[in-house]
Nanobody, 118 residues
Framework: QIQLEESGGGLVQPGDSLKLSCAASGRTFSNLFMAWFRQAPGKEREFLAL???????NYAESVKGRFAISRDNAKKMVWLQMNSLKPEDTAAYYC????????????WGQGTQVTVSS
């Protein structure tokens, strides 16, 4: 079993940067694929970024070049650095984990709210 807890959300202005954190606890972390998703009110949950157990990364086109995912296996942490934030980035942001062989993300955090507004 693994538990995930996000932090770092808040209210920022357009163009600002924000770094979200995800702390993991429980089972072995290093072999997990970790990802960030977001969900805005009235919209479906959207995939943002993935980092594999070997530190390969993949990004949604909507955030490529602005967001960066990273991890530290020793600290059991994952981060999402978000730059040049836009009002349309306003959403609840979620950290998720899955094994390499799984398609679905089995473990989810409770989410952290990011609001981009002037």
């Amino acid at each position: 079993q693994i538990q995930l807890e996000e932090s770092g959300g808040g209210l920022v202005q357009p163009g600002d940067s924000l770094k979200l954190s995800c702390a993991a606890s429980g089972r072995t972390f290093s072999n997990l694929f970790m990802a960030w998703f977001r969900q805005a009110p009235g919209k479906e949950r959207e995939f943002l970024a993935l980092i594999t157990s070997t530190n390969n990364t993949n990004y949604a086109e909507s955030v490529k070049g602005r967001f960066a995912i990273s991890r530290d296996n020793a600290k059991k942490m994952v981060w999402l650095q978000m730059n040049s934030l836009k009002p349309e980035d306003t959403a609840a942001y979620y950290c998720a984990a899955r094994s390499e062989v799984s398609v679905a993300y089995k473990y989810w955090g409770q989410g952290t709210q990011v609001t981009v507004s002037s």
